[in-house]
């Protein structure tokens, strides 16, 4: 019996592992992304140089390594590029529900101007349909990247996102200009919880 169950506990424990290890690799789905910077009201392309942009889904806990990745690069690249984070809000959600801690840390970050995205409208225009997505313009507003700068859900540390939009920053060329986004569904009311979250 004791045999048994520990085949029992080793087969779960394995299926569990296999579980998870899929889920942080499993890549949300993206939109068409304008090649052209498209017309919208809510973020203003800067003319003089370039333009990032990044959609948040406001309780995705894969984001905050988005979100630390995106700080990492804006820290090296300076006053080169003007930043953007839009988060998601249902029309008919308060507003706290959104100013929540992902918030929070956008709003600490220098330099990094923070908006609301009502029913996720700028979003779909920019074919940005999970939490994480990135997209950067040059100063005339041509389409230089566009993907996740994480290389997995909640996974933080260098990647070929990151390290694509560092080269693009800093002047250089970069053979890679889309990369997979990991993280929640952005026009969705909920999110879902990584199984390594609900574990603890």
């Known amino acids: 019996m004791r045999v048994l169950a520990c085949v029992a506990w080793l087969l779960a424990a394995a299926g569990g592992m296999a579980f998870i290890v899929n889920y942080e690799g499993r890549a949300g789905h993206a939109g068409e992304t304008p090649q052209q910077w498209p017309a919208q009201k809510l973020v ?28 990492q690069i804006l820290a090296r690249a300076g006053k080169s590029v003007a930043a953007h984070v839009v988060f998601f809000r249902p029309a008919n959600f308060p ?4 100013h929540a801690g992902l918030w929070k840390t956008a709003s600490a970050i220098p330099g990094l101007a ?13 074919g940005a349909e999970t939490s994480g997505f990135v997209a950067l313009y040059d100063a005339r507003g041509q389409l230089l990247f566009h993907g996740g700068i994480t290389s997995g859900r909640g996974h933080a540390g260098d990647n ?12 250089h060329d970069s053979f890679v200009k889309q990369t997979p986004v990991y993280g929640c569904s952005l026009n969705s009311e909920s999110c879902a919880i990584p199984p390594a979250q609900i574990a603890k």
């Open 44 to 71: 203003a392309r800067d003319s003089s140089r370039d333009t990032l942009v990044m959609f948040v889904h406001p309780q995705c806990p894969c984001t905050d390594a988005s979100m630390e990745e995106l700080n």
């Open 95 to 98: 507003a706290d529900w959104t």
């Open 114 to 126: 923070v908006h609301e995205d009502i029913d996720g409208v700028t979003a779909k225009i920019f």
């Open 160 to 171: 070929t996102g990151e390290s694509a939009v560092v080269a693009l920053l800093s002047g």
